[in-house]
């Protein structure tokens, strides 16, 4: 069983810069993909971008390309999405995600997490 807990959402301006953190228990983190998905309001629930379990491959939505940066601490069992550049289409709750994986990966698709944070608010005002 694994709990994730995010921290780092808030209220910033267009243009500005939050990074978000994702604490994880247990004492295999480090054989887990992470991934970092967000929903709007009257919005599905999507992929940001995804870490296989060595930080080794990523995946981003095209959406973040070249604005957000999927990392992960295995030593502290920790995530990270800094987010650069942000316009008010980014607004939206954040959820941390994990799933144990055999092989080096980073995991797209929503299906494949079995564990789910309960999500922190980030809110671009133009």
Not at 61 to 84: C, H, P, W
Not at 105 to 120: C, H, I, K, M
Request: proline fraction near 2%.
């Amino acid at each position: 069983q694994v709990q994730l807990v995010e921290s780092g959402g808030g209220l910033v301006q267009a243009g500005g810069s939050l990074r978000l953190s994702c604490a994880a228990s247990g004492r295999t983190f480090s054989s887990y993909a992470m991934g970092w998905f967000r929903q709007a309001p009257g919005k599905e629930r999507d992929l940001v971008a995804a870490i296989s379990e060595s930080g080794r491959y990523t995946y981003y939505a095209d959406s973040v390309k070249g604005r957000f940066t999927i990392s992960r601490d295995n030593a502290k069992n920790a995530e990270y999405l800094q987010m650069n550049s942000l316009n008010p289409e980014d607004t939206a709750v954040y959820y941390c995600a994990a799933t144990h994986v055999v092989g080096d990966v980073a995991l797209s698709n929503e299906r494949d997490y079995a564990y789910w944070g309960q999500g922190t608010q980030v809110t671009v005002s133009s």
